[in-house]
């Protein structure tokens, strides 16, 4: 069974500008969500390199393992791998892998060792429904405008058409005097005009076709009224 389709223009507008605004909104959350993880891969990439550099310092300035310790956790959640000559290898921060995914990583080589810190992307779409709220928010004002203004415009359409669909109306059930007038609108005023320019000579040809009959009935009528009176004369012996 087929779906009831909708007649109304109204509705289809109204359907259109409501799936309009859905699709943009959904593209407009997929730019920002792909704005937002752009800057929160930047963001772990700064604490990356900025832990990068404080480890590299202090392994310049030859700093125990303990002290290495005490001052990657000021970073949180950074992993730091360090790997020097001389000095047993060194790993910092929470255990277990992180996702590669969400991981950015920066390497630094130092004392002809390496040291390697990874931070975690943290993923977030705070910003990207924030951001999809407000342009919701904005949309929706817009729509709410043109379906007000769209309504106004539309009444002044729809009346003259109404009336124009009665006047035809009327046309139809053999009313020839009918006229449509002024209307509004340029371009339904010269329909108007067009029909009641049809109208009016709908009813001349109504009128000459009525007078034509009346004349020809009198004509016919005439000579009838003369034959039919001249035989009865002859019948009641009046005229011999």
């Not at 990207?128 to 309504?151: D, N, Q, W």
Request: avoid cysteine; glycine fraction near 8%.
């Amino acid at each position: 069974m087929r779906p009831p389709r909708i007649r109304s223009l109204r509705a289809r507008i109204i359907l259109a500008m409501v799936l309009a605004a859905f699709l943009s909104l959904a593209a407009m959350f997929f730019v920002f969500d792909g704005l937002e993880r752009s800057m929160a891969r930047g963001d772990a990439f700064h604490e990356a390199h900025t832990a990068e550099e404080v480890i590299t310092n202090l392994l310049n300035n030859h700093t125990s393992d303990s002290q290495l310790r005490q001052a990657a956790q000021a970073f949180g959640d950074e992993r730091i791998s360090i790997d020097m000559p001389g000095r047993p290898p060194l790993k910092i921060g929470p255990l277990g892998p992180p996702p590669p995914s969400r991981d950015v990583s920066t390497t630094a080589s130092v004392g002809g060792g390496i040291v390697q810190v990874s931070a975690p992307v943290e993923p977030t779409r705070t910003l990207a429904l924030e951001l999809t709220g407000l342009a919701a928010a904005v949309l929706g004002i817009m729509i709410g405008t043109a379906l007000a203004g769209g309504t106004m415009f539309s009444r002044g359409v729809t009346r003259p058409i109404r009336r124009m669909a009665a006047a035809a109306d009327r046309v139809a059930g053999g009313d020839l005097s009918v006229r449509i007038g002024k209307v509004p609108s340029a371009e339904l005023d010269h329909l108007a005009v067009a029909f009641d320019s049809m109208t009016r000579r709908l009813e001349e040809v109504d009128q000459l076709q009525r007078r034509f009959i009346s004349d020809l009935a009198h004509e016919i009528a005439t000579p009838l009224n003369a034959v039919s009176g001249f035989a009865i004369a002859l019948a009641d012996g009046t005229v011999r």
